[in-house]
């Protein structure tokens, strides 16, 4: 999962409910200060088990460039609530949600991003509705189904969830992950530092089990649908870290060029570049979108 340095948004972004025709979801809103040039808008979505914490690192040099920076709980994630009902979320129901948010922001078309889980959601919402943004960014986020071993693991953790609570799946999840290299570790009062736990199992309680089943499914499961995608003119990034174990990163690049799609990594990175090197990741983003 995405480790974020906090849980805490910076000045520029406020925490809101963001209301719209298939419901409500919260979401971190960020502007650029007074003064600064609006260059666009920005719709981003995390990742499997993920929230909209994880892209805190990144809004404060995005909305330095000029961009509203718009981060969102999906149906069944953290702060946004959701039925216990597997099937409500289908890939298919998750991207329609995107394009009600897409929506409900009121502005030009967005430019819209997804990590990992969030980019094959985002993939799905832009085959639906491909004017409904202006440019796709898939971050971490392979052409089909993650790597082997990465299925294996969502199996085990959907079985775990049909017959254990949040709360002991959480503890054994922590017993089997190692701890975080010693560099990476901050203060002890940070909620993303050196005793990040209680911050990390917070968001995890509120999580759906239902979505983690179902979305859990959809990655062990997903196709390949790179030649639809590439089908269409709309402008795509894709940048992931230089190591990563949910999808290697020659897929990525293959799927890259399948896309005719723009292509960063970002070096000393792997699944979350968005907080392991936010500032590089800022700047690619920043350089990519100026260019649309």
């Known amino acids: 999962m995405s480790r974020p340095p906090t849980f805490v948004p910076p000045p520029c972004a406020s925490a809101r409910t963001l209301r719209t025709e298939r419901g409500d979801f919260a979401v971190l809103d960020a502007v650029p200060a007074a003064g600064v040039r609006r260059r666009g808008t920005v719709l981003m979505l995390p990742g499997f088990t993920g929230s909209k914490e994880d892209f805190i690192a ?8 000029g961009y ?10 953290y702060e946004t609530a959701g039925p216990d009902d597997v099937s409500a979320y289908a890939q298919s129901e998750l991207a329609h949600d ?17 990590h990992s889980l969030g980019g094959q959601i985002a993939r799905a919402a832009v085959l639906l509705e ?6 796709l960014t898939l971050m971490s986020s392979g052409p089909a189904a993650i790597a082997p071993d990465q299925q294996t693991r969502a199996t085990m953790l959907a079985d775990a969830l049909t017959v254990l609570s949040m709360d002991e799946v959480w503890q054994a999840m922590r017993a089997m992950e190692p701890p975080p290299p010693q560099d990476a570790q901050t203060d002890a009062g940070d909620p993303g530092g050196e005793d990040d736990s209680e911050a ?27 030649a ?3 089908a ?19 897929l990525m690049d293959d799927m890259a060029h399948r896309l005719a799609a723009h292509r960063t990594v970002i070096h000393g990175a792997e699944h979350s570049p968005n907080t392991d090197r936010p500032a590089e990741t800022a700047a ?8 649309h």
């Open 58 to 65: 990144l809004l404060e040099p995005l909305t330095d460039a």
């Open 200 to 226: 990390l199992r917070a968001r995890w309680l509120l999580h759906s089990p239902a979505q983690l089943i179902a979305t859990g499914r959809q990655l062990s499961t997903e196709p390949d649908r790179v």
């Open 232 to 250: 269409l003119p709309l402008p795509k990034h894709v940048i992931s870290g230089e190591r990563d174990d949910t999808w290697p990163v020659p």
């Open 284 to 291: 690619a983003l920043v350089d990519f979108w100026h260019r």
């Open 130 to 135: 491909p004017s409904a943004f202006a440019t």
């Open 98 to 114: 995107v394009l009600a948010q897409a929506a409900a922001l009121s502005e030009a078309r967005p430019h819209l991003l997804g």
């Open 228 to 230: 639809e995608l590439a």
């Open 68 to 77: 509203r920076v718009v981060t969102v709980d999906g149906r069944g994630q």
